[in-house]
């Protein structure tokens, strides 16, 4: 098992920035892909941004690429996204997830997820 705990969310005005952090506890943190997904009101959860075991490789989803950057450090055993020039379309609940594959988009290759954190952009 791996426990995921977001925080950093909140209410920030349109280009503004926020970063977001995950702490991850149990099964060993460098074992895992780590993603983040959001999801906005009446929407799907989708994909935003990964990162590999060692964090030498990431992948963005178009919509983020350029403003936002995902790292982690296995030290303290936590991803982090940095969210620069945010948008009102940003706003969403945003997860980390951990995977047992290298990077993934797709939602359905992540085993672990954390309970979300609320990200508002206002106009």
Do not use: H
């Not at 098992?1 to 099964?27: H, T």
């Amino acid at each position: 098992q791996v426990q995921l705990v977001e925080s950093g969310g909140g209410l920030v005005q349109a280009g503004g920035s926020l970063r977001l952090s995950c702490a991850a506890s149990g099964r060993t943190f460098s074992n895992y892909g780590m993603g983040w997904f959001r999801q906005a009101p009446g929407k799907e959860r989708e994909f935003v941004a990964a990162i590999s075991r060692s964090g030498g490789s990431t992948y963005y989803a178009d919509s983020v690429k350029g403003r936002f950057t995902i790292s982690r450090d296995n030290a303290k055993n936590a991803v982090y996204l940095q969210m620069n020039s945010l948008k009102p379309e940003d706003t969403a609940v945003y997860y980390c997830a951990a995977s047992p594959f290298v990077i993934q988009v797709q939602s359905s290759e992540y085993d672990y997820w954390g309970q979300g954190t609320q990200v508002t952009v206002s106009s």
